[in-house]
T-cell receptor, first 114, second 113 residues
Framework: ETGVTQTPRHLVMGMTNKKSLKCEQH?????MYWYKQSAKKPLELMFV???????ENNSVPSRFSPECPNSSHLFLHLHTLQPEDSALYLC?????????????FGEGSWLTVV | EDQVTQSPEALRLQEGESSSLNCSYT??????LFWYRQDPGKGPEFLFT???AGEEKEKERLKATLTKKESFLHITAPKPEDSATYLC??????????????FGTGTQLKVEL
């Protein structure tokens, strides 16, 4: 069991659907992240939240909409996705700032867009 | 722009056959180099952080080392349970706060009996 919990673990959605991924961290961290992992590609940073404020958007399409209501919870709202968006979406958390702060990952949410 | 290259892409070992995985990196200023293990269908699990050239860290059958241009993950007498994908990443500090990890594509290790 990890300190970062993601739900659902698996999600299948049509291109016209709206769904959300949820993440909760129990580590007392104040920075949270969304990463995307596609086959044969490195993990890609999508968004960073630091003390609930978005500090990084790595040119992510607007069909992905993050929300961070507090330092422990992070959502990724999905709408009108494309089949190429099918991937493993990983939530992570760390202490903010300073080098060497370890980023801890959740188990991921497998997304399939049909 | 930070870059990380891992080799080999895949490695098959017999149980007990020691080997090393390589991670070459290019960064403007190294803040930390991280090793993670990832099992199929799961998120990456933190293994080590290295900060400066010459540093070494060990955990069970794994030892990570760091030079100014690359890091090695040495696996001594591996067991089948060491089979996983090993990911290397370099850290940058974001101006707005938080940290950014730039990952390599990983080395997929399979240890056979």
């Amino acid at each position: 069991e990890t300190g970062v919990t993601q739900t659902p673990r698996h999600l299948v959605m049509g291109m016209t659907n709206k769904k959300s991924l949820k993440c909760e961290q129990h580590l007392g961290h104040n920075a949270m992240y969304w990463y995307k992992q596609s086959a044969k590609k490195p993990l890609e940073l999508m968004f960073v939240y630091n003390f609930k404020e978005q500090t990084e958007n790595n040119s992510v399409p607007s069909r992905f909409s993050p929300e961070c209501p507090n330092s422990s919870h992070l959502f990724l709202h999905l709408h009108t996705l494309q089949p190429e968006d099918s991937a493993l979406y990983l939530c992570a958390s760390s202490q903010a700032g300073g080098f060497g702060n370890t980023i801890y990952f959740g188990e991921g949410s497998w997304l399939t867009v049909v | 722009e930070d870059q990380v290259t891992q080799s080999p892409e895949a490695l098959r070992l017999q149980e007990g056959e020691s080997s090393s995985l390589n991670c070459s990196y290019t960064v403007s200023g190294l803040r930390g180099l991280f090793w993670y293990r990832q099992d199929p269908g799961k998120g990456p699990e933190f293994l080590f952080t290295l900060y400066s050239a010459g540093e070494e860290k060990e955990k069970e059958r794994l030892k990570a080392t760091l030079t100014k241009k690359e890091s090695f993950l040495h696996i001594t007498a591996p067991k089948p349970e060491d089979s996983a994908t090993y990911l290397c990443a370099v850290q940058a500090i974001l101006t707005g706060g938080g940290n950014k990890l730039t990952f390599g594509t990983g080395t997929q290790l399979k240890v056979e009996l």
